[in-house]
């Protein structure tokens, strides 16, 4: 015999704790006899006897005793080898976001997402504002960001809109007022997004909007997350145009919000690889398109 049975061995632990085949037996969903006959054939097998029984009781042998600790071990190894490969076999997907855009669709996705694929392994992963390139080499499957159609190669869908406005130091000589226009902010810096995600000789976006309304397009320095814009908003560094949602869920003392009435609106987006199929992604996708869907008719 050079190998055992996980099956006998689970048998043979289930009688060896319990030193009482009856109660082996319910434990094990099996009939008696059958149990009897299954440990018999193990021994069989090894060639020693592993149970002293008889009509009073059951006591291991020092073979059983043997058998009993490192059975348990074996056991115990093949569950989590199991595990483990039914880990590796589970779908996985890699879900990104820039800065605030994916604050109030991706807990509710995430959650629905989790109900429908409750197999799919879902990690989560910031991504500094306006870098796409993880998204590129695959280490995001798809992403909530602020793209719109045409800005990159990837495949990219708008979810919904949103105002802008502008984040002001507390300070700033403008903060008192209740909304703004671009001709308000002709004299200002202002902090941009580190990758403007141009093609060619086309301007970015921010810039092409300053342009139409005259402004000079004025770029103090470049943050890669919230916290650091409204860092550098409030030390009156510049002024940042951000979409309504950060007004909402980043309130601060020192800086102020206000709206800017001919500011273009900003697009909370999904992004992701285009020529790479993924049945976990495209149900995630499916997810929050239906999630959108729904705030939007609200």
């Not at 050079?2 to 094990?28: C, G, T």
């Not at 059958?34 to 020092?62: K, Y």
């Not at 979810?159 to 004299?187: C, G, K, N, Q, W």
């Amino acid at each position: 015999m050079d190998r055992l049975d996980l099956r006998l061995v689970e048998y043979f632990v289930a009688v060896a704790e319990e030193l009482h085949f009856a109660r082996a037996a319910e434990r094990l969903h099996i009939a008696q006899p059958s149990l009897s006959q299954q440990i018999r054939r193990l021994e069989q097998q090894l060639g020693v006897l592993l149970l002293d029984r008889n009509s009073r009781r059951v006591e291991l042998t020092p073979a059983g005793e043997v058998l009993l600790r490192d059975g348990r071990k074996l056991l115990a190894q093949a569950r989590r080898t199991a595990d483990a490969v039914r880990t590796a076999a589970a779908p996985r997907l890699t879900v990104g976001f820039f800065g605030s855009a994916a604050i109030d669709l991706l807990p509710d996705a995430l959650r629905e997402f989790g109900e429908r694929e409750p197999t799919c392994t879902v990690t989560v992963r910031e991504l500094a504002l306006g870098r796409l390139d993880a998204i590129v080499n695959g280490d995001v499957d798809v992403a909530f960001t602020r793209v719109v159609p045409g800005q990159t190669e990837l495949e990219t869908e708008v979810l919904l809109s949103e105002p802008r406005v502008v984040a002001l130091s507390a300070t700033h000589r403008l903060a008192h007022r209740s909304s703004l226009t671009f001709a308000d902010l002709r004299d200002e810096t202002f902090i941009t997004n580190p990758v403007d995600l141009a093609d060619g000789d086309r301007p970015p976006r921010w810039l092409s909007e300053q342009r139409r309304h005259e402004l000079r397009g004025k770029v103090a320095t470049r943050a890669t997350g919230v916290a650091e814009i409204l860092t550098l908003v409030a030390a009156a560094h510049a002024v940042c145009l951000v979409p309504l949602t950060v007004a909402r869920h980043y309130p601060r003392g020192d800086v102020t919000y206000l709206p800017v009435e001919d500011a273009d609106p900003a697009v909370v987006s999904l992004t992701w690889r285009a020529g790479d199929p993924s049945s976990a992604r495209a149900a995630f996708i499916d997810t929050v398109r239906r999630i959108a869907a729904n705030r939007k008719d609200c």
